[in-house]
């Protein structure tokens, strides 16, 4: 964090600051909580804008199945208004305050900014996919709003997908509107005891294309964590009414009995398992250790999986196999391999938490072909013209 | 009507050079001029706009495209590119100096991978095409616009469609994993791939339902679902559509999200019944078609749930499909609904915007004394999930004065709907036909640092440049 701090109180007052930035050609980190300042590069600022003092629901229709906030409102602040209507955002956005040791929960700003999913993104959809629309300020200190309060929308361009992931390197986020759901009645989970994790990631598979509503497929390998299982397990979450979970569990464990040895998580052992996992806690990574999400299709999730293991790390694998936590030693060369196993199989990286000097060392994102990099650069350009938002965050000199 | 940008006199004298130019890069049947073969692509599903363009290309590869687009970047020469041509806002409307690019010709399913749910096919595959060629696994491809047996895929990601189930499985946006397409200046890009959540920009978001502004697309990687067990719908009718929508309201508080969620007013429900005697009551106010998934158990249960929920809003009829037949019977008429009234009147303007879905009572009053005000009849079909509205404005074609009545009254239509919080388009687009609203939805500084983005794409504004955005700003 640098020494120079300021939190308006007000979205005009975040704009106005952000024009005073450009102006003076000033580079501003942008964060809300600062619960992820650890994430990805460390941004070069003498002063920090917060969102952090630009809280409150704004609207909250849970017939109309939406929810706007401004963006520095506490995520649990968030979850608690759905659950008093038992709704939820149903791509169930990590709490990532044990990983990166901060004390403050996060805003929902910081969410969409980093379009951070849990578990059920492989069936529900991405943050990105449930935002609808946003207010942001621009480079030049303009408020400028992106789709709306409606659950379909596609007039204009789509700048809620463009910001949603975009780390704060193209506007400040002061308010989010995002589409939520009913939350399940129950759930229950079913844990495989599988030979490989290659068996382990086709039990997943074969789940995930069943009828029965898979909404969390995550395998947690024997050398998984300090604590790790004694044996690698698959794990399948169904979510539903109770006849319906009951019906489906059971139709499920018979479709994938030939995987291996199965048991059933009732409902508080089962939703204590995917808080876990969301949380990517089974890796028990170390203070000094970095992590990686690795992101590749499924069927090449075991080869991450192995490739890791014989550099040293561990790992953790949701998605249905096609995301890859890794936990592993801090150093470029221990990095050089991730990379070059997410290339192998197609895949993108993010050095996910890592000590300064090798998040300032390396590139912590995929670097993009030359055609895209040269439309990225003029794409930032067009929304941040001095450069003032976060730079260096994503990519050095960007 | 609605002005097009001047056409560049440079351009149409060189109008042979072109041509040669082009069937050097696509040759034999694929490079089109002649006038009477230019004539089906003229227009779109939005009809009452033509113009023939300079010339249409049909490439069968990517490296035609790039090759295209090259030329045509070099020699500062417009480009539309098309699908099949269902666009119903005009987007694949093309100009008089312009070459279309129709990816009719690249429709080939290059992948399918039922292990990791997903399927890579050229842009000029149809919609249902996917389907169809995952369906003997049980899979399927979600979204379903009701144009699905012609409109292509590539054209579904740049409108970012929806269809009558997009409730439950999300529109196009929500079932792309990865794109390749040909930058304006002709460069080929992948964005995406196989995997989830490529890090960095979005650009497979900022590319869907850019109404082709940003890039021609040649391949998608889509995912691919199981379908469920089976599925069954209801049909319920009210006295009112304010009930309706409580009935709505109450069915999605109470923690059901049918896929399918779909509200017809009463000039539509006597249309349909007209059209596909599929027995909808003619009393009614208002009726909700209603559809569930599961096994046998769950569908019943589920369907009870409904019922019960529907009964307490004094409904005038309630009919529970016993069998999958009895719920074809039931969508039967919703799915005639466009060919319905197109009985009663040759010619209608399908408009698409989208309004908080509680604003429906109110919206469809003043929808009506509009309809008095304009002398012209509207039907309203909604997907009540998620509050998108589609008025069927009835007009007659052969008398200008009736059109241009028609396109004011689906203009306020819009109006009111951005007044009440919602939007100019759902799912159909901006096109050319709501492109001079933009400034309703958007204010200026809005709409320029759209405008910013797409010269950050397209620095000559060469791709499709008479739609979506005000024509002051193409011509910028
Ligand atoms: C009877 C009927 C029912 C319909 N029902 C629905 C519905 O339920 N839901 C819905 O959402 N829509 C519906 N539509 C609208 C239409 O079918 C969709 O917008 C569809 O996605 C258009 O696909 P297309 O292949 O016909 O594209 P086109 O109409 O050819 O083009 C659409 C736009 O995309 C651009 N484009 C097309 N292909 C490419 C490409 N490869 N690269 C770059 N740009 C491209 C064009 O320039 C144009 O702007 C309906 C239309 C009709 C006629």
């Excluded at chain 2, 939007?423 to 001079?436: A, F, I």
Aim: with cysteine; proline share 6%; aromatic share 4%.
């Amino acid at each position: 964090m640098s020494a120079d701090q300021i939190a308006p109180h007000r979205e005009s007052d975040i704009a106005r600051e952000v024009a005073l930035a450009t102006e003076t050609r000033t580079p501003l980190a942008i964060e809300g909580n600062g619960s992820k300042r650890a994430l990805l590069r460390p941004v070069q600022a003498a002063r920090t804008l917060s969102t952090r003092n630009l809280t409150g629901i704004t609207l909250y229709r849970p017939t109309e199945l939406i929810i706007s906030a401004r963006a520095g409102t506490p995520l649990p602040e968030i979850e608690a208004a759905l659950a008093g209507k038992g709704q939820m955002l149903a791509p169930e956005p990590p709490d990532t305050r044990a990983l990166f040791g901060a004390d403050l929960p996060a805003t929902i700003g910081g969410i969409v900014a980093t379009n951070l999913s849990g578990p059920r993104r492989i069936t529900a959809g991405a943050i990105r996919d449930h935002l609808m629309g946003i207010r942001f300020v621009n480079g030049a200190g303009e408020v400028v709003r992106s789709g709306g309060r409606v659950l379909k929308n596609v007039t204009g361009l789509d700048l809620c997908k463009l910001l949603a992931g975009s780390h704060g390197t193209l506007g400040v986020l002061t308010e989010v509107t995002l589409k939520v759901l009913p939350a399940a009645e129950t759930s229950a989970s079913l844990g495989i005891r599988v030979p490989d994790i290659a068996t382990g990631v086709k039990a997943l598979s074969a789940g995930l294309g069943s009828p029965y509503g898979v909404t969390g497929a995550a395998l947690i390998p024997a050398f998984c964590g300090p604590d790790g299982p004694a044996n690698h397990v698959a794990f399948l979450r169904l979510e539903d009414f109770a006849e319906s979970v009951a019906y489906r569990g059971a139709r499920l464990a018979e479709a994938l009995a030939p995987y291996g040895d199965l048991r059933m998580l009732e409902a508080e052992e089962s939703t204590a398992l995917w808080a876990a996992i969301r949380d990517a806690q089974p890796l028990g990574a170390g203070d000094a250790e970095a992590i990686w999400r690795v992101s590749v299709r499924p069927s090449a999730g075991p080869g991450v999986a192995a490739a890791a293991q014989a550099a040293g790390a561990r790992c953790l694998l949701d998605w249905g196999g096609g995301l890859v936590w890794i936990a592993g030693p801090a150093t470029e060369a221990m990095h050089a391999a991730v990379v070059a196993v997410a290339a192998a199989a197609r895949g993108a990286f993010t050095l996910f938490r890592a000590p300064e000097p090798l998040r300032a060392a390396v590139a912590v994102l995929p670097e993009e072909p030359a055609a895209l990099a040269a439309i990225g650069a003029r794409v930032k350009a067009a929304l941040d013209p001095a450069g003032v938002l976060n730079p260096g965050r994503m990519r050095a000199g960007l | 009507m609605i002005a097009l940008p001047k056409p560049k006199p440079e351009v149409l004298a060189r109008r042979d050079e072109i041509v040669a130019a082009l069937r050097a890069i696509v040759p034999g049947e694929g490079t089109i001029s002649e006038p009477l073969r230019l004539k089906p692509y003229e227009t779109d599903g939005l009809t009452a706009y033509r113009m023939p363009p300079l010339a249409v290309v049909l490439p069968t590869t990517t490296a035609q495209v790039a090759a295209v687009m090259r030329y045509c970047h070099q020699h500062g020469i417009r480009v539309v590119p098309r699908g099949a041509g269902t666009s119903l806002s005009g987007g694949a409307l093309p100009l008089e100096d312009a070459v279309v690019i129709g990816l009719m010709r690249m429709n080939r399913i290059l992948e399918v991978d039922f292990e990791d749910r997903l399927a890579v096919v050229e842009a000029g595959v149809t919609n249902l095409g996917i389907t169809k060629a995952v369906e003997h696994e049980g899979f399927f491809y979600a979204p379903d616009p009701s144009s699905q047996l012609a409109c292509m895929i590539g054209g579904n990601v740049n409108m970012n469609s929806g269809g009558a189930h997009c409730l439950k499985y999300g529109v196009t946006a929500n079932n792309l994993l990865g794109l390749t397409f040909v930058t304006p200046t002709g460069e080929i890009v992948q964005v995406g791939g196989a995997h989830l959540d490529a890090a960095g920009y979005d650009w497979l978001g900022l590319m869907t339902g850019s109404e082709g502004q940003l890039g021609i697309v040649t391949e998608v990687t889509v995912r691919i679902l199981r379908g469920p067990e089976g599925a069954r719908a209801m049909l319920a009718a009210f006295k009112g559509t304010e009930i309706a929508g409580q009935a709505v309201d109450a069915i999605i508080g109470s923690g059901i999200i049918p896929v399918a969620l779909e509200f017809m007013d009463k000039p539509c429900i006597h249309a349909c019944e007209a059209f596909a005697h599929a027995g909808y009551p003619l009393d009614a106010e208002a009726m909700l078609i209603i559809e569930v998934e599961g096994s046998e158990a769950e569908q019943d249960s589920l369907l009870a749930k409904i019922k019960e929920i529907c009964a307490r809003f004094d409904p005038i009829s309630l009919k529970v499909a016993q069998t999958a037949e009895e719920s074809v019977a039931i969508w039967k008429g919703r799915k005639g609904a466009f060919g319905a009234v197109g009985r009663i009147s040759p010619d209608y303007l399908c408009m698409d915007g989208t309004i908080p879905t509680g604003e429906l009572p109110g919206v469809l009053k003043r929808i009506g004394e509009m309809s008095e005000q304009y002398g012209l009849k509207v039907a309203n079909v909604f997907h009540a999930g998620d509050g998108n509205l589609h008025p069927l404005i009835m007009f007659d074609a052969n008398d200008p004065e009736s059109f241009r009545k028609a396109e004011a009254f689906g203009a306020d239509i819009l109006k009111l709907c951005v007044e009440v919080g919602g939007c100019l388009t759902g799912e159909h687009g901006v096109g050319v036909e709501k492109r001079d609203l933009m400034g309703v939805q958007f204010a200026r500084h809005e709409l320029d640092q759209q405008r910013r983005i797409k010269t950050a794409f397209d620095p000559a504004w060469l791709l499709n440049p008479h739609k979506v955005f005000p024509l002051e700003d193409a011509a910028a």
